[in-house]
């Protein structure tokens, strides 16, 4: 047993380097209006989206660039502005990206019009345009953002590690309903806060704690005694408070790098954490489950699968806190 354990978490390490936390990084769209004919578009392709050189901005009909678009490098991807002239009104008209059929990232676009307000939409692989609409929604701008802090905390691998490796460390019961709504609470706070400039740490020792919150937790798992319960387990909401806070602020920072629509940035914040609580029931559901079924059916294999999850977890997190400390 300890044999396969130890081949497991070779491979696991010798894989681990392409692995990041906070994965999902959208690509992003942005067309302004400078005045009644010209345009501004800001095209962000981040670098490890799956796309290619070949995706490329889907102008509006009657929509036309007017000169070489600048490009430089900016936080992993490529950013291209552009000089755009249109001969008439964009509302009604489409606008997207091509050649997304690889893409594993999605784009956020954001169509600001002079003096309107700025509509927001989201393209994937599966629909890479979307219609400009005549008037701006609010229904379509909590749409987008629910959806985006869906995707942020399944596909955000350090804070979908920390809420395993919590739920690996309670178990289950009321004492889990307890620290996720600590979590929820206390991230909720950071987020709220850092995004409208009440608080705010700077981004890189923020993840490199949300690391080191990871490898306590697996840590914590890995010395539990049952006959000396460790403060974390007799009290694990506090813990989740304390780290939920830290994650708040990795929340809004990646917030930031998406942005937030003008006019509509309270029903963007609340949808998005909206979002981030839906996906955070979904992790904790099939955890429990999970759980529930070795319990119910395979209890001999328990223990054993727990210490291989718990190490696979905190050797990921020592990547990820070595990585950002470096």
Sequence with gaps: MFRWIAAFLMVLWTTASPVHADELRPGYLEFTQKDESNWSLIWKAPIKGGLTPQTQPILPAGCTDRYKPRRNLSAGAVLSVHAISCADSVAGKTIGLSNMDIAQTDILVRVAPLNKPVQTMRLTASQPTAQIAAKASSVNVAKTYFVIGVEHILFGFDHLLFVIALLLLIGGGWRVVKAVT??????????????????????????????????????????????????SERLPWIVAFVFGLLHGFGFAGALSEIGLPEGDVPMALLTFNLGVEAGQLLIVAACLGILWLLRRYAIAFMRPAITVATYAIGITASFWLFDRLL
């Design 182 to 231: 600590a979590f929820t609470l206390a991230h909720s706070i950071t987020l709220v806060g850092s995004i409208l400039g009440y608080m705010g740490l700077p981004q890189r020792p923020v993840e490199a704690i949300i690391a080191l919150s990871i490898l306590f937790l697996a840590v914590e798992i890995i010395k539990r005694d049952p006959e000396k319960p460790r403060l």
